[in-house]
């Protein structure tokens, strides 16, 4: 799998840790603190990482971002790729009762009814049917093979729960806006009793603020780790000769331009908003944040991804930027004499933050060259583009394709695309399926309905003595490694 691992030339890596350790690892997420302890399906990143360490699934994701056993000590998979047989640790729920197969399945099932209408649901679509089996065993079914699976199984929001309560790993203490988590007993989670296993972890205190508030506690070491910046936020990192810590960067799998949300007026004909796409110099866009390793392109769905058969290109390699350009130039100006306008205004929403704005100056440079005004909707309306900037969840076409489905009302779409993507569900070779997911990207791209940049990218602060983080493809980070150890 393609994924660049950046480092900002000035980041110093010092080896200072906290002026005064109190045996906790602090961590603090960016963002609101309101959805920190989010209880539903729809979480922010902060929530997901807190409902992962409260609610293991039956594999969780470890701190390289890999599927690892969770409720489940082991399992197998069937020849034909199309079942995963899970036998279950010896344990119980929160409430005492032992968890079996049959609790397992109830819990899944509640769950992927929960998530219908969201983007994951669509990704769980290839499950076909979860059977309880004998004593502590669960069988899923899916409709056809799918490598990434376990991948899937391992998102947060699937973490098992009985009556709102969890399987751990980490119990969860409120205290205000924060919370305290603290590593379960291994008994407790059906392993092995282990002699004075208190010593070999601590407490992980999170916390959820604004970028700017973030990198000044983390300055005086009051924060020990800054997770989920993103780049609209990158220029408030602490990236000076002085930092304390190190401005680790992440160009992820996932998603990362323009979505295209109205198609009245210019962005009405594809081949307009296509004009939008020709005009971007993406290797410049990004060249005010001095990024190495950052990858380009102008495809829907990463290229380079391990089912990627190369039945899908780039765009337009052909063609210089000021060739590009000029066919942008020719078609503004077709509609603005075809509208007897002779100006043409287009409103982007982006997260607030410096780097957006240095995002929305380079833009509007670009557009401007073509004949387009480009700037933030005014206050109350809607804009008619939007900056999409997401983390996959699993390495395959699918995840890509289903962020632009029809059902989610989120900007235009393809129902043929989606047809398509429905219709690789129930191949039975690897082949076919590839060749779906192919022609699905083919018909998202002729539509234009979204204009990749290129990878997206988080930044993390991370302290010089905290273990348990590692960069990895996804820019997840879950709270259990940070805690110290491995049970």
């Given at each position: 799998?393609?994924?660049?691992?950046?480092?900002?030339?000035a980041?110093?890596?010092?080896?200072?840790?906290?002026?005064?350790?109190?045996?906790v690892?602090d961590?603090?997420f960016i963002?609101?603190?309101?959805?920190?302890?989010?209880?539903?399906?729809?979480?922010?990143?902060?929530?997901?990482?807190?409902?992962?360490?409260?609610?293991?699934?039956?594999?969780?994701?470890?701190?390289?971002?890999q599927?690892?056993?969770?409720?489940?000590?082991?399992?197998?998979?069937?020849?034909?790729?199309?079942?995963?047989?899970?036998r279950?640790?010896?344990?119980?729920?929160?409430?005492?009762t032992?968890i079996?197969?049959?609790?397992?399945?109830?819990?899944?099932?509640?769950?992927?009814?929960?998530?219908?209408?969201?983007?994951?649901?669509?990704?769980?679509a290839?499950?076909?049917d979860i059977?309880a089996?004998?004593?502590?065993?669960?069988e899923?079914?899916?409709?056809?093979?799918m490598?990434?699976?376990?991948?899937?199984?391992?998102q947060?929001e699937?973490?098992l729960?009985?009556?709102?309560?969890?399987?751990?790993?980490?119990?969860?203490?409120?205290?205000?806006?924060?919370g305290l988590?603290?590593?379960?007993?291994?008994?407790?989670?059906?392993?092995?009793?282990?002699?004075?296993w208190?010593?070999?972890?601590?407490?992980v205190?999170v916390?959820?603020?604004?970028?700017?508030?973030?990198?000044?506690?983390?300055a005086?070491?009051?924060?020990?780790?800054?997770?989920?910046?993103?780049?609209?936020?990158?220029?408030l990192?602490?990236?000076?000769?002085?930092?304390?810590?190190?401005?680790?960067?992440e160009?992820?799998?996932?998603?990362?331009?323009?979505?295209?949300?109205?198609?009245?007026?210019?962005?009405?004909?594809?081949?307009?908003?296509?004009?939008?796409?020709?005009?971007?110099?993406?290797?410049?866009?990004?060249?005010?944040?001095?990024?190495?390793?950052w990858?380009?392109?102008?495809?829907?769905?990463?290229?380079?991804?391990?089912a990627?058969?190369?039945?899908?290109?780039?765009?337009?390699?052909?063609?210089?930027?000021?060739?590009?350009?000029?066919?942008?130039r020719q078609?503004?100006?077709?509609?603005?004499?075809?509208?007897?306008?002779?100006?043409?205004?287009?409103?982007?929403?982006?997260?607030?933050?410096?780097?957006?704005?240095?995002?929305?100056r380079?833009?509007?440079?670009?557009?401007?060259?073509?004949?387009?005004?480009?700037?933030?909707?005014?206050?109350?309306?809607?804009?008619?583009?939007?900056?999409?900037?997401?983390?996959?969840?699993?390495?395959?076409?699918?995840?890509?394709?289903?962020?632009?489905?029809?059902?989610?009302?989120?900007g235009i779409?393809?129902?043929?695309?989606?047809?398509?993507?429905?219709?690789?569900?129930?191949?039975?070779?690897?082949?076919?399926?590839s060749a779906?997911?192919?022609?699905?990207?083919?018909?998202?791209?002729?539509a234009?309905?979204?204009?990749?940049?290129?990878?997206?990218?988080?930044?993390?602060?991370?302290?010089?003595?905290?273990?348990?983080f590692?960069e990895?493809?996804?820019?997840?980070?879950?709270?259990?490694?940070?805690?110290g150890?491995?049970?």
């Open positions: 799998m393609r994924f660049c691992l950046a480092i900002l030339g980041c110093l890596l010092a080896g200072c840790g906290a002026s005064e350790d109190d045996g690892v961590v603090a963002g609101d603190g309101e959805d920190l302890f989010d209880s539903g399906m729809r979480l922010s990143p902060a929530a997901q990482q807190v409902r992962a360490a409260t609610s293991e699934g039956l594999v969780r994701l470890d701190a390289a971002g599927a690892v056993p969770g409720v489940a000590q082991r399992w197998i998979v069937t020849d034909d790729g199309a079942s995963y047989i899970f279950l640790r010896d344990s119980d729920w929160a409430d005492g032992p079996t197969g049959e609790s397992v399945r109830d819990s899944l099932r509640q769950t992927i009814r929960a998530l219908q209408g969201t983007s994951l649901g669509l990704d769980l290839k499950i076909r059977r089996m004998t004593g502590r065993v669960v899923i079914r899916l409709t056809s093979p490598p990434d699976f376990l991948q899937l199984l391992a947060p699937l973490g729960r009985k009556g709102g309560q969890g399987t751990g790993p980490m119990a969860l203490e409120r205290r205000g806006a924060d988590l603290t590593v379960v007993a291994p008994q407790m989670r059906g392993l092995p009793e282990q002699e004075d208190q010593d070999e972890y601590r407490p205190r916390t959820a603020m604004d970028a700017r508030t973030a990198n000044a506690a983390f005086r070491n009051q924060i020990e780790l800054v997770l989920d910046g993103r780049l609209a936020t990158l220029p990192a602490d990236t000076g000769a002085l930092s304390r810590g190190t401005v680790r960067l160009a992820a799998v996932g998603l990362f331009g323009l979505q295209v949300l109205d198609a009245r007026g210019f962005l009405a004909d594809p081949r307009n908003r296509e004009a939008l796409a020709l005009a971007i110099d993406r290797s410049a866009l990004l060249e005010p944040f001095n990024i190495g390793g990858t380009p392109t102008t495809r829907i769905v990463a290229p380079d991804l391990p990627d058969e190369g039945l899908v290109g780039e765009r337009w390699g052909d063609l210089t930027i000021e060739q590009r350009r000029a066919v942008s078609r503004v100006n077709a509609w603005k004499r075809a509208s007897g306008t002779d100006t043409l205004l287009l409103t982007v929403d982006l997260p607030p933050g410096p780097g957006s704005d240095r995002i929305l380079r833009l509007a440079a670009m557009y401007r060259d073509i004949g387009i005004d480009l700037q933030r909707p005014a206050e109350g309306r809607r804009a008619q583009l939007q900056v999409k900037d997401r983390t996959a969840r699993y390495g395959a076409a699918r995840w890509f394709l289903n962020q632009f489905h029809c059902s989610l009302n989120d779409c393809s129902p043929e695309a989606d047809r398509l993507v429905a219709e690789s569900l129930r191949a039975s070779d690897a082949a076919t399926q779906l997911l192919a022609e699905a990207e083919r018909q998202l791209t002729a234009n309905v979204f204009i990749p940049f290129g990878a997206p990218i988080r930044w993390s602060l991370v302290r010089a003595d905290v273990a348990g590692t990895n493809a996804w820019a997840m980070h879950p709270l259990f490694p940070l805690a150890g491995t049970i």
